[in-house]
């Protein structure tokens, strides 16, 4: 790891803070993670929060006084910043694939995530059922959804097949692994990944990588 750290404003059980945290692994950048920002605890939701990021999500990024919100924006800084000595590349340099990369990432970032993560897997994590049940008629009218986006993915793993599961992560992959890793987590009849191999073989890949089995084993989640 470099001696440089830098800091991940979030949760590590958080999707996109395991994303961040995936990347950091990767390019071997020293990172810390948690609420606590030089010293102070800052409080989800709080009005020091909402300092860092003007809608109170996560990330957020802080590295020597910059401050820098949204997932995707953090992974770009940090492929681009810590990019001495043959540090691994975790994007495409030229303009086409770049271009291409940025956008699979908007699309797993965006589309893929709102599905997986907003719409199913948060409710088996935080159940708003009574007494703190999993709404299950509620995660079953989402499952339609759910296998429509897998469709999706395996439509990707083919037209993207130069940034996904390749010889090194990529940003793409650093996305989608954690929500893929916590779908794989849920029981029989809820975790849809064993009606697509084509998705399935591409987490076992992702998972025999070092900083996927550090960083994603870890569930945290009550999946």
Known sequence: MRNNSVHIYGPSFSNFVRTVMLVCEEKQIKYTFGFEVDGIEIGYKSENHFDLHPYGKLPVLIDNGLILPETASICRYLDAK???NNAVKLQPESLLDFTRHDALCAIISIDIDRVLMRSYLLEFAFPKGKSGQVRLEQVKEVQPQVAKTLDVITSLLDSHSDMLAGENLTIAD???APMLAYLSCLPE????????PKVGDYLTKLMKR????????EKQFNL
């Open 82 to 84: 810590f990019n001495e």
């Open 174 to 176: 650093a996305l989608l």
């Open 189 to 196: 009849g809820f975790n849809l990944l064993p009606d697509y």
């Open 210 to 217: 070092p900083s996927c089995q550090k960083i994603l084993l």
